[in-house]
């Protein structure tokens, strides 16, 4: 139980036996970016260049675009984070697609947005999301989530489903359901205190659990997440993520699933380690899951990705950019 809070509300990853990895030296494709300050605090290693902010309702929320190659009016491509990470998981995806606008932002409570007193609630991000896209002038966009960002992606569909063209779910919570006594211990187990006293080596475990295989390719998720228990704001991040946990358990949303109207696309990791909870319902395997979202969902597209586990777009960038693609040019 503690291993799956700790991966949970930390969303960073090592060592498994299985397959050989994919990405079998470390990625060093996006170095510190030491001149994008926009939370007032330095910025964390490993981000994407130009990293930018916008106001929506008050709070800072910072983002990174990528216009597209010679078009004004492109379609938009928005990528949302899961819990207790940030857009720079989207760093081998957010120059991958030159005939999208492409959008990523950072949740307020999580990256270098603002986290004072964040509601960290599903129907909070969903709203968030909805004016984010109101301050970039994007009328409608093709909706990526991962994991938590998959949840807020669900509210969207179903509040503010003209928004969007398509909704495109990778390792989405809201499938999975929690008994209330199950919801109840995850609540009890998880507190601002327990992330703040997790130590460099539990990290590192609660990484590893992200990854069908881990390798130091992904050491940068412990190097990224050491960087921001050093900054001002740790503490606020920390309650913000202890907040979204609650939100997630109240946000849930399988019964309405099917009211989405919006063409959609799900994906898992057939190695998933996080979804569903292994310590809840150990009885149940991605390929269930994935079930759930068939039945829930009979029109979506859902598809399980071999040698993947929760973090598909970083430990299978390749093939989730081809499946991406695929449902980008779907009808």
Do not use: C
């Amino acid at each position: 139980m503690i291993a799956f809070l700790l991966a949970v509300s930390l969303m960073t990853l090592p060592a498994s036996s299985g397959a050989a990895a994919p990405n079998p030296t470390p990625d060093t494709t996006h170095a510190d970016t030491t001149e994008a300050d926009t939370s007032g605090v330095s910025p964390l290693p490993y981000y994407p260049d130009d990293i930018q902010s916008t106001s929506v309702e008050g709070r800072t929320v910072a983002y990174v675009e990528r216009p597209a190659d010679g078009s004004e009016g492109a379609p938009v491509l928005l990528f949302v984070h899961g819990l207790g990470s940030n857009l720079s998981l989207w760093r081998h995806q957010i120059d991958a697609f030159p005939s999208h606008r492409v959008l990523a932002l950072d949740l307020p409570g999580f990256g270098l947005s603002d986290k004072a007193e964040v509601p960290a609630t599903m129907p909070f991000f969903a709203k968030t999301v909805v004016g984010f896209l109101d301050e970039m002038g994007v009328e409608t966009a093709t909706y990526v989530g991962a994991s938590m960002g998959g949840q807020v992606g669900l509210h969207v569909a179903l509040e503010h489903g003209d928004r969007l063209n398509r909704l495109v779910l990778m390792s989405p919570a809201g499938i999975e359901t929690f008994s209330e006594k199950d919801a109840q211990a995850i609540r009890g187990m998880m507190s601002p205190e327990a992330i703040m006293a997790s130590t460099d080596a539990q990290v590192r475990q609660s990484v590893a659990l992200n990854f069908h295989e881990y390798t130091d390719a992904y050491a940068w998720l412990v190097e990224q997440r050491h960087a921001l228990s050093e900054r001002d704001d740790f503490e606020k991040y920390a309650a913000a993520n202890a907040r979204a946990v609650s939100g997630m358990l109240d946000g849930a949303v399988y019964d309405r699933l099917g009211e989405i109207e919006v063409p959609t696309f799900v994906l898992f990791g057939a190695g998933d380690k996080l979804i569903p909870n292994r310590f809840l319902h150990p009885e149940q395997s991605p390929a269930s899951i994935a079930d759930s979202a068939r039945a829930a969902m009979p029109d979506a597209r859902v598809d399980l990705v071999e040698q993947a586990g929760h973090l598909i777009m970083i430990e299978r960038p390749d093939r989730f950019e081809a499946l991406l693609r695929s449902a980008l040019s779907a009808d």
